[in-house]
């Protein structure tokens, strides 16, 4: 395990050099993205740097679902045209949860024809998927963990494939039937929005 604390810079260069620590380059690997806040840039320019050093078969982003529902449809059809790379499959999922999914994990995982891990690497640490968070030198003070055991890797796939979730492209009719909810519109006030019957 290596580690990166209060770093301030090159953070985003660091985690991909992290995530390249697989023992099998010659493998393709799933690359996940796990934030609480998240803006597009820095999906894409990450999702770019990866995709350069490891063979990548697919993209998954997780993100709290009070992100997403604050994005508009034309915010998200930006992202969805913005990081798709050629062939390359990126899936986004808003963590349907009362509670802030305040996670922040990045990992790249290889399986076999079985779904058993075969290699990859998990960085855990402080860093959201945002500008000052990771992808700005200057942003955000952050750490930085990382292992390759594979237990670890599995135990976070599991746990990962656990959450409740919902596909971005589904949020708005998501959102049309929780315009009650209180998860909603405490989103719409910490942006600064207000509702008006």
Do not use: P, W
């Not at 599991?158 to 405490?186: A, C, H, M, T």
Request: aromatic fraction near 8%.
């Amino acid at each position: 395990m290596i580690n990166a604390l209060n770093i301030k810079k090159d953070k985003q260069e660091i985690l991909v050099e992290l995530l390249n620590r697989t023992r099998d380059k010659r493998r393709t690997h799933h690359l996940y993205l796990v934030s609480c806040y998240f803006k597009e840039q820095s999906v894409t320019e990450l999702i770019k740097l990866v995709d350069r050093s490891i063979k990548l078969s697919g993209v998954t982003v997780y993100v709290d679902r009070k992100s997403a529902l604050l994005l508009s449809e034309k915010e998200v059809q930006k992202i969805f045209e913005q990081t798709k790379l050629g062939d390359l499959g990126v899936d986004y999922y808003a963590v349907d949860s009362d509670q802030l999914f305040h996670s922040k994990a990045y990992a790249v995982i290889s399986c076999d024809q079985g779904n058993e891990i075969k290699s990859g690497s998990l960085v855990i640490g402080s860093a959201n998927l945002t500008v000052s968070g990771l992808t700005r030198n200057g942003g955000n003070i952050e750490c930085l963990l990382d292992t390759q055991n594979v237990n670890i890797l599995d135990n976070f796939i599991n746990q990962v494939n656990g959450l409740k979730k919902i596909k971005f492209d589904e949020v708005f009719k998501f959102r049309q039937q929780q315009k009650d909810d209180f998860n909603f519109k405490y989103a719409l006030l910490n942006r600064g929005s207000f509702i008006h019957r």
